[in-house]
């Protein structure tokens, strides 16, 4: 049989469609598995299409625009869910034609990246190879997870104790201030959760405000209530979440939690991949985010392929990483446990894409005093794959992950060792820093952890610790002085006296007024409040003295005003109503981005900065924002961009021109004229309404006197 099937593929390989068996990529491993199969041999492959959404410039215009994390997951989602409705039908129904005759066992489309897993014959695979939207084809390989290293007997229920390494990392800190994951989700993507761990039980979505299946995914079992086929994911679940009575053993004691069951029987690749989207999106509803973790700790690797002959990692782990990342959500690997030898990181945490993707944690022994020593065990660096220099480090980062106590199967602990460990406190500093700043992506949140880690070993990132241990307290300290804690847009027409803001999202615009939620003062100090202009111009509005626990609440701060500090319940809300114009904002133009910054200037070295965002547009659809006279011909990005179903197009002409603005669709047909007659100089704003249009890629081009551009925009509906 083998012989005859060597016989084929010689046949299939010199014949005339030889040409078309070039036009796919087929990795080293499947072409190995290929050579050392028989005719009749059902192989599992996953077969990448050509066609996909280009995920990082998506991932760049969302940032641009400042989007909110809602409208950042469901752009995300629904291209990506477009993008292969309407390219995989054909190869369906290709595979369903070879499944009825035999030759394929089964297939499953996928849109977290453009995919189907495929279980066929070599001959379909080879005849796959050779269709011209296909691009990679790749092993749907068999996966393991990084096992502990050590496992030691430990206390059950504790009262009153947190676990040592929730210390180092400074999670306490975080909770001082209010901030345990309250109103956020974790998830691992593990060997499953006991749903009955008195640690873990009321925090399981699933009994507090979902359907089982929005909660829990079992790929292989199909079971519909939490187990563990080892006790390795609820130890991991433990680490980001748990905490009995008082016994707290979670970084996220606050945060609820969901999972999938994948590394037990049926532990391919498209399960995990199969993990992730459905973390996209649990309860099938773009609208809604409250369903999607914050991270997912990954504490697996896959085994096979060598990097030296090329199989650094699969195109569809790079693929559905970046749209992982484009949707906001962290993923967290462990780095491995094969250490002490150089390059010694596992696949696919070996890339490196960017600074923090993929993202790998080292294991540090936070039992001992400081300088914490890293584990043996723990994988090293560099990595294989991807980009130079400082991309080369690995890990990333790392933190406690030797002797740790969480919680095990049938209400019991103990104590692991291994870089599984160390993965999940990451992922519960996440969770701690998206209930911070609920707009902050993932990836900013892993930036923050990444840039704040605290040194060990060699000066600067070396191939041991990375970066160093982790503080979320300093990471929490980064994103307020780099990350909008909120962000606003209102739009005002073009009658708007712009002498005074207003940070509601509608009413008159007489005051800056704003809405933060909780902002306690956790120590004794000033707090001072500032504006800054999108010039630029920064004005202090007050600064007011507090206590420790202190909230303020429904304050007024004008600019002479000694107002005393309100205590209440938050949320905190306020305003600063200047008695007459600020000076230093006279001349400047008022649209744009504002900052209203808050500086908890506490007493210790513990101060905080949070960053309140404001984005002033206006709605006229013609009309001069300034008065000011453009100098030369311009047209702006759109905005918001992707957008549904309006968005504004800006654009300027320096003398009476003669103005055409016309939409057109992606074949080049016009579809929409916005401008068709003769301007006065100045700056003009239409606004397009696509209610009517399909969701897709439009470009707007205008002509004014001999200036001709042409820019692009999406509509998703």
């Known amino acids: 049989m083998k012989k005859m099937y060597l ?16 036009q796919a990529g087929i990795s080293n491993r499947l072409y190995t598995r290929l050579q050392n199969s028989t005719s009749n041999d059902q192989i599992k492959i996953l077969v990448l299409l050509k066609d996909r959404v280009d995920i990082e410039a998506l991932d760049m215009q969302l940032y641009q625009m400042n989007a909110s994390a809602e409208f950042r997951a469901k752009t995300v989602i629904t291209a990506l869910m477009d993008k292969a409705a309407m390219t995989q039908p054909a190869l369906i129904s290709y595979l369903e034609e070879q499944r009825l005759s035999g030759k394929v066992n089964g297939y499953r489309p996928f849109w977290i990246t453009n995919f189907i897993s495929v279980e066929a014959r070599p001959e379909v695979i080879l005849q796959l190879a050779g269709k011209m939207e296909v691009d990679v084809l790749d092993i749907d390989a068999e996966l393991d997870y990084d096992k502990p290293v050590a496992i030691e007997p430990a206390a059950g229920e504790r009262v009153a104790s947190s676990e040592v390494g929730l210390k180092v990392i400074n999670a306490h800190k975080m909770w001082e201030i209010g901030i345990t994951g309250t109103g956020r989700v974790v998830m691992n993507d593990d060997t499953g959760v006991d749903g009955n761990h008195p640690a873990l039980n009321y925090k399981w979505r699933g009994n507090t405000s979902s359907p089982w299946y929005h909660a829990w995914l079992d790929p292989a079992g199909g079971t519909n209530f939490p187990s563990d086929c080892d006790n390795h994911g609820t130890h991991t679940m433990g680490i980001m979440t748990g905490r009995a009575g008082t016994d707290t053993i979670g970084v996220a004691p606050g945060a609820e939690w969901i999972a999938a069951k994948t590394i037990c029987s049926g532990n391919g690749t498209s399960n995990h991949m199969a993990s992730w989207q459905w973390a996209l999106n649990p309860d099938s509803n773009v609208n809604t985010i409250t369903d999607m973790p ?17 199989d650094c990692a699969s195109t569809i782990y790079l693929n559905a990483l970046a749209s992982m990342e484009a949707g906001g959500v962290a993923i967290v690997f462990s780095c491995g446990n094969s250490g002490p030898g150089a390059s010694t990181i596992t696949r696919p945490k070996n890339i490196n894409v960017s600074l923090v993707n993929s993202f790998s944690v080292g294991n540090i022994n936070g039992n001992t005093s400081y300088p914490y020593a890293i584990n043996s065990s723990s994988s090293r660096g560099p990595g294989y794959c991807g980009n130079t220099g400082k991309f080369r480090f690995k890990p990333e980062v790392s933190a406690p992950g030797t002797s740790v106590r969480s919680s095990i199967r049938n209400g019991a602990y103990s104590s692991l060792t291994g870089t599984s460990m160390a993965c999940p406190h990451v992922v519960g500093s996440v969770t701690l820093l998206r209930q911070a700043f609920p707009n902050a992506t993932g990836k900013q949140c892993l930036e923050a952890l990444y840039w704040t880690a605290r040194d060990l070993g060699t000066p600067g990132e070396d191939n041991s610790f990375g970066m160093g241990f982790i503080d979320v307290w300093a990471a929490y300290q980064y994103l307020g002085k780099n990350i909008c804690r909120q962000q606003n847009v209102i739009i005002l027409d073009n009658s708007t006296n712009y002498d005074t803001l207003n940070f509601s999202t509608g009413g008159t615009i007489t005051d800056v007024n704003f809405t933060m939620g909780a902002l306690t003062h956790s120590k004794t100090g000033d707090v001072e409040f500032s504006i800054k202009s999108p010039a630029g111009t920064e004005v202090i509005l007050a600064s007011r003295r507090g206590g420790t626990g202190d909230n303020f609440i429904n304050t007024v701060f004008n600019d002479s005003a000694a107002n005393p500090i309100s205590s209440g319940t938050p949320p905190f809300a306020g305003s600063f109503r200047p008695e007459s114009p600020l000076s230093v904002f006279n001349g400047q133009s008022q649209m744009g981005d504002w900052i209203f910054r808050v500086n908890d200037n506490a007493a210790s070295d513990t101060g905080r900065v949070m960053n309140y965002c404001l984005t002033i547009r206006s709605n006229a659809p013609t009309g001069i924002g300034n008065n000011n006279s453009p100098v030369s011909y311009a047209l702006e990005q759109n905005y918001p961009n992707p957008f549904n179903p309006n968005t504004s ?18 074949s080049g047909k016009e579809v929409a004229v916005l401008s068709n007659d003769v301007k006065q100089a100045g700056s003009y704003e239409a606004i397009f309404n696509a209610s009517g249009f399909a969701s897709g890629v439009y470009f707007y081009s205008i002509e004014a006197d001999g200036f001709k551009e042409t820019k692009k925009m999406v509509l998703i509906k």
Do not use: A, C, E
């Open 7 to 22: 016989l084929l593929l010689f046949l299939f390989i010199t014949s005339t469609v030889y040409s078309q068996f070039m």
């Open 294 to 310: 914050d991270g997912i700790g990954n504490s697996w690797h896959d085994p096979t392929g060598v990097p030296s002959q090329g």
């Open 649 to 666: 197009i800006r654009y300027s002409i320096p003398k009476q021109s003669f103005v055409r603005l016309v939409i057109y669709d992606i």
